[in-house]
């Protein structure tokens, strides 16, 4: 979390925002178009972090990283049952042992993925010095006999003993080679590359298949990151938040990553967050985290036409309130589903990358700013999209787990919007998306 009072992100063309007091009041939460499935609570104030929902239907299940803010919370990972949309459960909780004894935020990012017809999870956590586990990046845990807790098992641990304090971010990826690649922030100026087929058949030795350098080679290089194939060339593609701003980089061969676009010297912006770009990977959304700023939207083309090669001047922002600070987002073209923070789960729609529209939000979080830390550091943190019948979910801080749905959206397919069928969401049986 980085909160600097960079006024002059403000500073920006096409601002798009409904005011708070015209979107939110105690008897009207949210807007017409969305309807509360359900909502589960979790736990103490502040105690949930990200999330990550599978997107088979036979396998209705998400996953809640749990952290610790202060003395309250838990370290570890919620397993929750979606096989009935309007009434979730918690089916299994994993924690790291000892949980006295560490030191740190414990449970921040979680993604699954699927491997050899055998489904897993990957939990990313971070402990400090001064108790056990500084150099413990992420738990795996296999969890194909779900619905039956008594399977899920832990096979792995990732360890980083040179970068010791864990993995803050993580993003799992089925690359063009079919190998399933894990990608994780460290306490060092490059992402690390991980084979998960690897991790989960005991070679950890063998594991690190990679590293993604940022240009600027700061202490921590990269906050968050996404990657997604690129069809037009052809490419893997990472998407990296981090130091000095936002990069573009060709993996496909990941011993010899290209960098082919940079987004630095952005005003307002010193050091990038969240980074997603939309199926073609042209138009991007960025995120950096102090109060007061937008998600802002770039287009790449101009660089990746070979016109210029770092990119410095968004097209267009969006925000809910000017006055707090969007965070996670999730694109599924047109639509992006925003984790706002105090202003819950937003979508706005990027028909038009140059005039963006709030189309539906709902408030998840109706409790004062945090007074403990930095204000605006409470409410919705992660959001996921299951795109085979469009359930939307969210995890808030406080409030907990949350289930939606958006009227009119059904599930999501690239192709019904003449776009290529790329997202986040993996598809582990077929080859490099964009490519069948």
Do not use: C
Not at 207 to 235: I, K, M
Not at 271 to 277: D, I
Not at 316 to 345: C, I, K, Q
Not at 402 to 418: S, T, Y
């Amino acid at each position: 979390m980085n909160t600097r009072p960079f006024l002059a992100g403000l500073l920006l063309v096409g601002l798009a925002t409904v005011p708070a007091h015209a979107q939110w009041t105690p008897e009207k939460p949210g807007s017409d178009n969305i309807e509360v499935l359900a909502h589960l609570p979790l736990g103490p104030r502040l105690s949930v972090a990200d999330l990550d929902i599978e997107q088979e239907l036979t396998r209705p299940y998400a996953y809640v990283s749990r952290m610790v803010y202060g003395d309250e919370g838990p370290r570890g990972t919620d397993i929750i049952d979606l096989a009935d949309p309007t009434k979730p459960k918690v089916i299994y909780r994993w924690r790291i042992e000892n949980q006295d004894l560490h030191v740190g935020t414990g449970a921040m990012d979680v993604k699954h993925f699927k491997w050899n017809g055998r489904y897993y999870v990957v939990q990313s956590l971070q402990f400090r010095q001064g108790g056990p586990n500084p150099d413990l990046g992420a738990v795996v845990l296999d969890v194909t006999g779900l619905p039956d807790p008594s399977t899920v098992k832990e096979v792995a641990r990732i360890r980083e003993p040179e970068k010791p304090g864990g993995f803050h971010n993580i993003f799992v990826y089925k690359h063009s080679n079919g190998r399933v690649l894990l990608f994780a922030t460290t306490n060092g100026p490059t992402a690390h590359v991980y084979d998960l087929g690897r991790v989960v058949e005991g070679n950890l030795a063998g594991a690190l298949v990679g590293e993604v350098p940022n240009p600027n080679e700061g202490r921590r290089g990269y906050h968050d990151f996404y990657v997604g194939y690129h069809p037009d060339s052809g490419q893997d593609r990472f998407y990296g938040g981090g130091t000095g701003g936002y990069y573009v980089y060709n993996v496909t061969d990941l011993s010899n990553p290209e960098l082919l676009v940079t987004l630095t010297n952005i005003p307002g912006v010193a050091w990038g967050h969240t980074f997603t770009p939309g199926p073609r990977g042209r138009y991007v959304v960025a995120e950096t985290e102090y109060q007061y700023a937008p998600l802002r939207i770039f287009d790449l083309q101009p660089a990746l036409d070979g016109e210029v090669t770092n990119i410095s001047q968004p097209i267009s922002a969006w925000t809910a309130d000017w006055r707090h600070l969007t965070h996670n987002h999730e694109v599924r073209w047109p639509y992006v589903f925003v984790s706002g923070y105090l202003d819950g789960l937003q979508v706005f729609s990027l028909m038009d990358p140059k005039n963006p529209v709030t189309v539906a939000y709902y408030d998840t979080y109706i409790g004062p700013p945090n007074e403990d830390r930095y204000p605006v550091f409470n409410g919705a943190f992660g959001v996921d999209v299951r795109n085979a019948d469009g359930l939307i979910v969210v995890s808030d801080m406080t409030t907990g787990f949350w289930v939606f749905r958006m009227e009119g959206f059904d599930g999501w397919n690239g192709a019904d919007w003449g776009v290529p069928d790329i997202s986040s969401a993996q598809k582990w049986d077929e080859g490099p998306m964009g490519t069948h």
